[in-house]
């Protein structure tokens, strides 16, 4: 019988003790699966140690199949292994090993063997999809497991977070981003807590929880009702006023009420606070816009000004198009594209300030870290692109044709407002604070962070070498 492998290695710029760190913090699993991966953690127990325990929900097409996973072997700073107890292949064994080189430095390798059920009749339909498949994945662990070291600072104190918007799509990805860079984050929710680490807060009935802000750092807050789905009815417009205004006043004034509250607030905003502005490059100092989206924001920010008036450091994110295909812009577009219906809104000439998922992480660590970084902060990559080219460059990354344009009336017709000012506005936001204070974007251009996000990496003659098959003793 046929065993495979499959060995990937890297050289990362930090010690191995770092490396390892990394990998041992709770969060690492959902950190190295990638987006368009359909995986869930469903249960863990332990950590990489031998004996930690991990159960997964796995989709293969139409499929879910469980996968439960379990560690066998530990040696602190050079390995650990797992193995498949229960899942898609008839065996898998992975091993992670590190390598010290020298004291500032170290290589990574990810070793895995694995066997495919029905063999040989699956080696030849299967395996090759398989192989593509693995490369794409490490391709991106190993991207991530390098941007995300190259943010931890030895001189930087771990940090006690209080974040709300957990259970968004952003919320949901940076918390682990944050506790595997070190940091403690407690979790906001409106139900009963279930975990340590979630504490109750109710917007709506000014009910929270204050305790861990008493040892709060630093406070994260991104609640607020997604804008982007469906028509703006009087009833959908105050939800969107109202998740905004009356979540980050409670906050605001949760914090005034301390004697000694968080040194930051970093308050979720968004370039709508422009509004449709063409091709003129917006830096932070530009003035509002008349829409409904810019008076949301503005009343957003204002709701913050208490905190300001104490003394807080408060960062207003102006998030641009955040781009993942697990929410949002990006996931709604995907199904269509794939299909070859890709589409351009309108005549395609609003401008789109984006953001890679990562960087905008990224971007939350340096305003953690920054401590010079204040008040309205656009978060878009440095290289907006008109929504035409956004199209073209999906599509050729995707490698489908879109040659659908659907006319402006149509969208009115069909979304109103919102289609008006979300699908067919613009501005061409420029991030001129996070470049001026020495953010480094890990995605400056749409069609690497395509690439990254959606794994299209191609498997060329170099990645089949990472590949060998040997008869099984």
């Known amino acids: 019988m046929k065993i495979h492998h499959f060995i990937k290695k890297s050289h990362l710029s930090v010690p191995v003790e770092k490396a390892f760190y990394w990998h041992e913090q709770p969060g690492a699993i959902q950190r190295l699966t990638p987006p368009w991966e359909k995986i869930r953690v469903i249960k863990r127990t332990g950590g990489i140690q031998e004996g930690g325990k991990a159960t997964f929900k796995v989709k293969t097409g139409p499929l879910w199949i469980e996968w439960k996973a379990r560690h066998i072997a530990y040696e602190k700073n050079k390995m650990f292994r797992d193995i498949q107890r229960k899942g898609p292949f008839l065996f898998w064994e992975h091993t992670h090993n590190f390598e010290p080189d020298g004291q500032h430095a170290c290589y990574l390798e990810d070793h895995i063997r694995f066997r495919l059920p029905l063999s040989p009749i699956s080696d030849a339909l299967a395996l090759n999809s398989v192989k593509e498949r693995l490369n794409q994945m490490f391709t991106y662990r190993h991207t991530v497991t390098q941007n995300d070291l190259s943010l931890l600072s030895g001189e930087s104190k771990n940090l006690n977070i209080v974040m709300t918007g957990v259970s968004g799509v952003l919320g949901d990805s940076l918390v682990p981003f944050l506790t595997t860079q070190g940091h403690s984050v407690t979790r906001m929710v409106r139900r009963s807590p ?79 606070y422009y509004g449709n502005r063409g091709d003129e490059i917006i830096t932070e100092d530009a003035g509002p816009g008349n829409d409904f989206i810019s008076d949301v924001c503005q009343q957003w920010e204002e709701a913050a ?117 979300v699908l067919l506005s613009g501005n061409c936001a420029i991030p001129q604070k996070l470049l001026s204070s020495g953010y480094q974007f890990h995605h400056p251009k749409l069609d690497a962070a395509l690439t990254h996000l959606l794994g299209l990496h191609s498997f060329d003659n170099e990645a089949a070498k990472l590949f060998k098959t040997q008869k099984s003793v």
């Open 194 to 272: 279930r975990l340590p680490d979630e504490s109750y807060w109710n917007p709506d009935q000014l009910r929270i929880d204050n305790r861990p802000f008493n040892n709060a750092n630093a406070v994260i807050h991104l609640a607020g009702e997604y804008i982007g789905e469906g028509r703006w009815t009087k009833q959908k417009k105050k939800r969107i006023i109202d998740s905004r205004v009356k979540g980050t006043s409670l906050i605001a004034q949760t914090l005034c009420n301390m004697e000694s509250p968080p040194e930051t607030l970093i308050c979720a905003s968004a370039i709508g």
């Open 305 to 421: 000004e208490a905190a300001v008036a104490r003394g807080i450091r408060v960062v207003f994110l102006r998030i641009g198009v955040v781009l993942t295909p697990r929410g949002g812009a990006l996931e709604r577009l995907l199904p269509a594209f794939k299909m070859g219906f890709g589409m351009t809104f309108g005549q395609g000439d609003q401008v789109v300030s984006w953001i890679s998922a990562d960087d905008f992480m990224g971007v939350i660590n340096h305003a953690l870290r920054c401590k010079e970084l204040s008040g309205p902060v656009n978060v878009t990559a440095p290289h907006p692109v008109h929504h035409r080219d956004l199209t073209k460059i999906l599509a050729r990354s995707l490698k489908r044709p879109a040659l659908i344009h659907l006319p402006d009336w149509v969208i009115k017709r069909a979304f109103g407002q919102m289609g008006n000012e």
